[in-house]
């Protein structure tokens, strides 16, 4: 099980750092070519150089929210390659918390829409796109638990993620007999810098949600996050899946 990757190639974003980092690492511990892709070209070089004792791990500064820059990556990967097996959409932005509807920017919105939602569908447009050449393909795109129960004051965040959790329904089902799994994975709050800038009563809010009475671990979320991309994971598409402490039971 341990090299469940190999001789396979994944593009992971919003790998420098976070949920996608983790992932990124294990995948490229068990054998995966793996493609970062990230908008911080900063803290992408910073990633890289961590990983530059595991071969075949390349990297493209990249904001998904730009069609032609999305639709450049999946080409460099299909030049290289040749086949795309692996997809994880995992870069986000949380946009403003503790912040009712009435005063929420709506610059702000665009933008994490751009992101969030765009960015999941244009990744998962090209990606998809060189799957079908194969016949085969794992795509996961981090959703959230926000997205399901909606968080109040956050309602970029919530919004979006729902929208990722639609896509995520929509092209499971596009993809169900041609040998192509979508799936998604709904975390509740995980320990990552991404919460940093999270107002505390913001939070509180969410990890008072959670039975378990703790944040997550990015190790918690690359184990199950690599189960569903791997072949392993065959009879199930269309899904988003929880990882939350016990906040979501159904």
Do not use: C
């Not at 030049?79 to 503790?98: E, H, Q």
């Amino acid at each position: 099980m341990d090299r469940r990757f190999q001789g396979q190639v994944a593009v992971v974003t919003g790998g420098a750092d976070g949920l996608g980092k983790g992932i990124s690492k294990r995948l490229a511990d068990e054998g995966a070519t793996v493609v970062i892709v990230d908008a911080d070209e900063h803290r992408l070089n910073a990633t890289l150089e961590e990983f530059s004792d595991s071969e075949g791990v390349s990297g493209f500064p990249v904001d998904i929210a730009d069609e032609e820059s999305v639709q450049r990556v999946f080409a460099e990967v299909a030049r290289r390659y040749g086949k795309l097996d692996v997809l994880v959409n995992s870069a986000g932005i949380v946009g403003p918390t503790s912040t009712p509807i009435t005063e929420y920017d709506t610059a702000q919105f665009d933008r994490i829409y751009g992101v969030n939602l765009r960015g999941a569908f244009l990744v998962t447009k090209y990606g998809v796109g060189l799957m079908e050449k194969s016949g085969y393909g794992r795509i996961l795109l981090i959703a959230s638990i926000a997205g399901k129960e909606g968080n109040p004051n956050m309602v970029g965040y919530s919004t979006t993620k729902a929208g990722v959790i639609g896509l995520v329904k929509a092209v499971g089902k596009e993809y169900a007999t041609k040998g192509i799994t979508v799936n998604g994975l709904a975390p509740a709050v995980i320990k990552t810098a991404m919460n940093a800038d999270t107002a505390p009563e913001q939070l509180k809010y969410m990890t008072d949600k959670i039975p378990m009475g703790r944040l997550g671990t990015i190790d918690e979320v690359a184990a199950m996050a690599t189960w569903i991309v791997s072949p392993e994971a065959s009879f199930s598409t269309g899904f988003v899946f929880d990882i939350s402490g016990g906040r979501a039971t159904y």
